[in-house]
């Protein structure tokens, strides 16, 4: 079971958006920021998005992070068969003194 | 480019050790801490801990202490991940990631970037 709550899966058609949200606590999301990662399988992850809403340089501006008391989402807009990955949340808990991460969420895109 | 590159596959019986390596390069290797991140099979990531570079104190996560050991070497930029007396369940993926940490009033912030590849130990007899 972990801290941060994600949907096991999303799916879409190219083109289209999808939302992947991730819950928390006042001990994680609440008082922290999120940082959301990209996982291909058989690739290392990806750090998407750092700070809950800012990209790094070279990750499209179609993968954007918000972010409300203590949740999160991250959107995708303009679907591609290249964005067909798993997505994590993450963030530190102040309480469990340790960094959280949610279960994942596996992004099919039709 | 900020890259970690570790080592291959490992198989091994019940009751044994396995050694993974994770070599840094494109960054000053000692101004970041490495942590260690584990996704069992059909599982999410978990974190495991991790290592100050600068004096090797190791931070281990609820669920990782006693059979799993942090080290460094830092003359050649590389972070090892020790696991004793192996398990089944200790049978995943292992990935190595470089921890970004910001002190704020209260608490920290981290996040991991870059990650390695990927370890994957399989424990079987």
């Known amino acids: 079971q972990s801290v941060l709550t994600q949907p096991p899966s999303v799916s879409a058609a190219p083109g289209q958006k999808v939302a992947i949200s991730c819950s928390g606590s006042?001990?994680?999301?609440?008082?922290?920021?999120v940082f959301w990662y990209q996982h291909l399988p058989g690739s290392a992850p990806r750090l998407l998005i750092y700070e809950d809403n800012k990209r790094p340089s070279g990750i499209p501006d179609r993968f954007s992070g918000s972010k409300s008391h203590t949740s999160a989402t991250l959107a995708i807009t303009g679907l591609q068969t290249g964005d067909e990955a798993d997505y994590y949340c993450?963030?530190?808990?102040?309480?469990?003194?340790?960094?959280?991460f949610g279960g994942g969420t596996k992004l099919t895109v039709l | 480019q900020v890259q970690l590159v570790q080592s291959g596959p490992e198989l091994k019986n019940p009751g044994a050790s396995v050694n993974i390596s994770c070599k840094a390069s494109g960054y000053t290797f000692i101004s970041h801490a490495m942590s260690w991140v584990r996704q069992a099979p059909g599982q999410g990531l978990e974190w495991m801990g991790w290592i100050n570079t600068n004096d090797g104190h190791p931070t281990y996560a609820r669920g990782f202490t006693g059979r799993f050991v942090f080290s460094l070497d830092t003359s050649v930029s590389t972070a090892y991940l020790q696991i004793n007396s192996l398990r089944p369940e200790d049978t995943g993926l292992y990935f190595c990631?470089?921890?970004?940490?910001?002190?704020?009033?209260?608490?920290?912030?981290?996040?991991?970037?870059?990650w390695g590849q990927g370890t994957l130990v399989t424990v079987s007899p």
């Open positions: 006042s001990s994680n999301i609440g008082d922290n920021y």
């Open positions: 990631a470089r921890a970004n940490i910001i002190s704020k009033v209260r608490g920290i912030v981290v996040w991991f970037d870059p």
């Open positions: 993450e963030t530190w808990d102040g309480t469990l003194t340790a960094a959280v």
